[in-house]
């Protein structure tokens, strides 16, 4: 699986850099760049909501311009989605009792695909309307102290494919510079069954265009 992740990227770069190449000299320039930014995900069980979790993401972008006003954007990003969640710990030694907490931490790395239409209200300002392709590299729950004898191990029942439809904005701050956020809804299960459980997330960045 991971190889077909790294096989997926190699594609998306050499298109990106061949529709750059192909399209250089024409009014409706292949827009191609780098992006980076803050990633914070909130992973529910049923309506339980488990704490934040926050991470970044890295990765790139390119954009067709279909019209003056109209634009297809697509990305590839590393990051890492999850949530918290603590539960109370008990411990006795001897006859005293220690009331404490232990906290699981569900990571899921993934490969990310955002695919979007982008429309422009002014040059410098444009919304989107897309669906992020997240394929998940690992699946992992941690803890800062053993359970079962281990403080990691693989979190079961996860589909190697989550789908989030996302709204966003994005603002071209200069030729090269832009700031963009976008939101991705939980409206779509990420577990094969069992435990209904769903992830929204907010991710909030900077980007730098090469044309």
Known sequence: MTKNFFLTLSVTISGFMSAQTVDSGSDSQFKFGVKAGYNLSTMKFFDDKLDSKSYFYVGLVGEQPVSSKVGIQAEVLYTQ???????????????????????????????????????????????????????????????????????????????????????????QISNRFFVDAKYNFNFIEIQKGGLPTKVGFLQAGVGYRFN
């Open 81 to 171: 989605l999850g949530g918290k969640q603590d539960f109370p710990l008990m411990q006795i030694n001897n006859s005293d009792v220690q009331i404490s907490s232990i906290q699981f931490d569900y990571q899921l790395t993934q490969i990310q695909i955002p695919v979007s239409v982008k429309y422009y209200f002014i040059p410098d300002l444009s919304a989107s309307v897309g669906m992020n392709a997240a394929f998940n590299v690992s699946e992992k729950v941690k803890t800062q102290m053993e359970v079962n004898g281990e403080t990691s191990r693989n979190y079961e029942g996860i589909k190697s494919l989550n789908l989030f439809p996302f709204l966003g904005a994005q603002y």
